[in-house]
C-alpha cells in the first residue's frame, strides 16, 4: 500500500510531517510513503530524520502550498500545483491509495473531491471524528465538510459512519444516532425530520435522535448531523474543554495548598489531557471520495501524523470504500448522477 | 412589582420552589410574589417555611401540572389549568408582571406565547441563557425555543440580546456575533449568510460571525443562533462539562497520591464549579413575549429560583420590553402582522 503525505499542510509542516513520516516508515514496513511537498525544503530535512534515501519512500515535487488561512475554494482554483492537489491527483492517477494531510481542511475536502471524485452512489463527502466519552469513542460524521445538507446526505453519512465504527472500533453492528434537540421523531428541524424518516427504513441499527445533553455519554456508536452543526458541537466543545483546563490551573495554582495538591496528583492531570488527546485517534477521514483521504488536525504532532498514516492503511486493508458503496446501494439510497 | 412563580415546575417542586420564594421574599421587600399550584399540595407546606402568612405573598391555584417530560403542544392543549398557562394569565389579565417557572420549557414557551402574546414587531420569541467564559459571562441567544428560523428572526434575537446584556451584563455598547462556521461572511449556511447581511446593516455594535473554536472566549458579548443549534452546543457543552468530571474524579481517586492531592486542593474544585453553576445565573429570560417570563432550570435549587426571581425583578425595573421594542422598530426589522 502506498500513502501520500501531504509534507507541506499543518501548523508546523514540514518539519513535524517528515518527523511523523520517519515515524510512520520505522514502525509500518508493509507501507510505501510519497511525501508530496516542494523538494528545495523538504530534501534537507529528510536526512536529519533519517530517510533521506529510504527505500519505501518516494518524493513527489509540489511547487505551491495551501496556506492555513486561504480561502479554500480560491487556492485550489489558483493553485493548481499545490501540495493537497498533487496527493490527490497520485490517487486519482493510481500512483497511491490513500491521501494524508493536516493542512487546511476545505482545501483537502475541495482537491480531492475534484480530483479523485465520489465513490460511486455517493453524493457529498463527509468528515468522520473520533470522539472521547465517559463509555468509549464514538464517531460524528459530518464534522464540517457540508454546511447546508438534505436528508439523504445523511443517510449516507451514517452508512460511513457505521462502517468506520467497524472498521476503527471493532464494533459488529454500530448504534446510529442522529443528533437533534429532543428524543422523539417529531423533535428537530426540517432536515432531522426528513432523515428520521429516512434512517428509520434503512436496515441499520438506528437508535433515534440523541439529544445534545447525552452526547458525551456514547448513547450511540455513531451520531450524524450536518456539517454546521457538527463542526460547531466539535469546535464549541474544544473551546470549552480549553477554557476548563485555564480555570483548573487557575484554581490550582491559587495557593501553596492547591499547588502541592497539583504536584501530588500531576498525572491525573496528564491522563485527563490524555482522554481529550486527539493525537491518538490519527486523524479524521473524509468518507465518500473514491479513494481514501485522512485529514489531521492542523496542530499536529509527529505521532498524530504517524498515526493519520496508520489508520490510512487500516482503511486500504480493510477496503472500507468498497464496503461503503456496496452498503449505500443495499440500503437503497444510491444517488445516480 | 408581582411575580407569578409556577410552584409545580421543576424536578423537585415544589418544595425548592417554595423555599426559593420564602427567600426571595426575605431578600426583595420590594415584590410581591404570586404563589400558582395546587393548594392542597403546597399550603402545607408554606408553615414550614415560614411564609404561610407572608403579607407580599398570593395564593392561586393551579388544577393541573405539565410534568417535565410531557410533550409540550399537547401538554399545553389539554392542560388549560396547568400552574404555567395560570401564571401566564396572571400576566395577560395584568394581575402580575412576570412569570418565573424551572418547569417543562417548551411548556412554558407555549403558554407564555399563547397568552401573553408576543410584543409589538416581534415575529418570535427567543430564549436567552448566561454562558461563562475564560473573560467573563456573554449571552447566547436563542437557546431552544426556535428550531427553524429564518435571518429576521435571529435580527430580532440579537436586539433581545444587547439589551439583556446591557440590562444584567451592565455592558453599554454589546458586541453582537453571530455563530457560524468560519470568520468570514461567505462561511455558514443559508440561514447565517442572510443573517449576517441583516445585522451588517443594523445600528447595533455587530462584530461579525463567531466560530465555535472561540465560544468560551468571549470574543462577542452576545451570541445569537437558532434555537437548533443553541440547544445542541449548550446541552453538548453541559454534557462534555459533566464528562470532564467525570474523567477529573476518576483520575484523582486513582491512588493515594492523588487522592491527597485532592484533598489539598478541594476548594479549586469547588471554584471550579461555581464558574460552571448555572444557580447564580438565575434563569434564561424568554424574550419577545408581552411580559417577562424567566424559565430556570429543571433541577433548580431554592438558591437557583431566588435568582430567577431577582432577575424577573430587575427586567421590570429596567422596562426591558420597551427597549426592545423601541429597538426593533429603530432598526428597521419590525414584522407587522
Known amino acids: 500500500m502506498r500513502i501520500a503525505v501531504d509534507a507541506m499542510g499543518g ?3 514540514p518539519e513535524v510531517v517528515i518527523q511523523g513520516t520517519a515515524e510512520a516508515l520505522g514502525q509500518y514496513p508493509y507501507m510505501d510513503i510519497v ?29 505551491q502550498t495551501v496556506a492555513m488561512d486561504e480561502p479554500s475554494t480560491a487556492a485550489i482554483r489558483s493553485k493548481k500545483n499545490s501540495s493537497i492537489t498533487v496527493c490527490a491527483d497520485l490517487v486519482h492517477r493510481g500512483e497511491a491509495d490513500a491521501v494524508v494531510s493536516a493542512g487546511h481542511t476545505g482545501a483537502a475536502v475541495a482537491a480531492t473531491n475534484f480530483k479523485m471524485k465520489l465513490l460511486p452512489g455517493v453524493d457529498r463527502a463527509g468528515i468522520a471524528t473520533i470522539m472521547p466519552s465517559t463509555k468509549g469513542r464514538f464517531i460524528l460524521i459530518d464534522a464540517g465538510a457540508n454546511i447546508d445538507c438534505k436528508p439523504i446526505h445523511l443517510a449516507q453519512f451514517a452508512i460511513m459512519g457505521e462502517m468506520f465504527a467497524k472498521c476503527s472500533l471493532n464494533i459488529d453492528k454500530p448504534r446510529v444516532g442522529l443528533l437533534s434537540v429532543g428524543e422523539e421523531d417529531v423533535k428537530g428541524n426540517d432536515l432531522t425530520k426528513g432523515t428520521f424518516k429516512m434512517l428509520s427504513g434503512m436496515p441499520i441499527n438506528f437508535i433515534g435522535n440523541v439529544e445534545g445533553k447525552l452526547l458525551y455519554e456514547k448513547v450511540a456508536d455513531v451520531v450524524v448531523c450536518d456539517g454546521f452543526v457538527g463542526n460547531l458541537v466539535i469546535k464549541s466543545s474544544e473551546s470549552l474543554a480549553k477554557a476548563l483546563m485555564t480555570w483548573l490551573r487557575q484554581a490550582f495554582t491559587k495557593n501553596t495548598f492547591r499547588q502541592a495538591g497539583a504536584i501530588l496528583a500531576k498525572n491525573a492531570f496528564k491522563e485527563l489531557k490524555e482522554i481529550c488527546d486527539y493525537e491518538e485517534y490519527g486523524g479524521a477521514p473524509l468518507l465518500g471520495v473514491n479513494g481514501i483521504c485522512i485529514i489531521g488536525h492542523g496542530s499536529s504532532s509527529p505521532k498524530a501524523i504517524k498515526n493519520a498514516i496508520r489508520v490510512a492503511g487500516e482503511f486500504i486493508k480493510f477496503r472500507i470504500n468498497d464496503h461503503i458503496t456496496a452498503r449505500i446501494a443495499e440500503c437503497g439510497v444510491a444517488v445516480n448522477k
Chains 1, 2 share one sequence.
Open 35 to 63: 511525501l508530496v511537498g516542494h523538494l528545495d525544503i523538504i530534501t534537507p530535512m529528510l536526512k536529519k530524520h533519517g530517510i533521506a534515501h529510504h527505500p519505501r519512500l518516494r518524493l513527489v515535487h509540489a511547487e
Open 11 to 13: 501548523d508546523h509542516a
